[in-house]
């Protein structure tokens, strides 16, 4: 009787222990919206995206990069290339806006490519990316 009891304690323990566990999740990328996917080559030109990220134990930050898909630039290195534009943030939800000036004199019309990666305060992440048109 004793043996069973002990037994019974434990199994009990276990379920306690295994339910008790706290699961986390990636952070979420809810929404990544450009304003506008043509963007015109001028003075003053802008890429505006507005996002909204959420996580279930808090936000640490978000990195943005840009990379061109031209076949043919006529630069050997990428004519408009950001990579790792690092943005602390904090909080279980943000929504925002960011706007990143296009480099009018040097940038190429083609289409580029923007990834989002999100980091929670545990170092998960997630990604997601858009594509977009810089257009004479």
């Keep these: 009787m004793k043996l069973k ?14 339910t008790c566990t706290e699961t986390n999740t990636s952070p979420a ?9 043509n963007i ?7 890429l505006e ?7 279930d134990v808090g936000l640490n ?14 630069l050997k290195s990428a004519p408009w290339y950001i990579d790792n534009l690092d943005f602390d943030i904090s909080g279980t939800s943000l929504i925002d806006t960011l706007q990143i000036p296009i480099p009018y ?11 989002v990666i999100v980091q929670d305060i545990d170092g998960n992440e997630t990604a997601q990316s ?7």
């Design 40 to 46: 015109q080559i001028e003075e003053g030109a802008f």
């Design 61 to 74: 930050k978000f990195r943005v990069t840009i990379l061109d898909n031209c076949e043919n630039a006529r």
């Design 29 to 37: 990328i809810n929404s990544i919206i450009l304003t506008s996917t």
């Design 5 to 18: 009891m002990k037994f019974f304690k434990i199994i009990i323990i276990v379920v306690l222990f295994i």
């Design 130 to 136: 858009n594509t977009f048109f810089v257009v004479i």
């Design 49 to 55: 995206i507005i996002y909204d990220f959420s996580d």
């Design 105 to 115: 004199e040097d940038i190429e019309p083609c289409e580029y490519e923007l990834t």
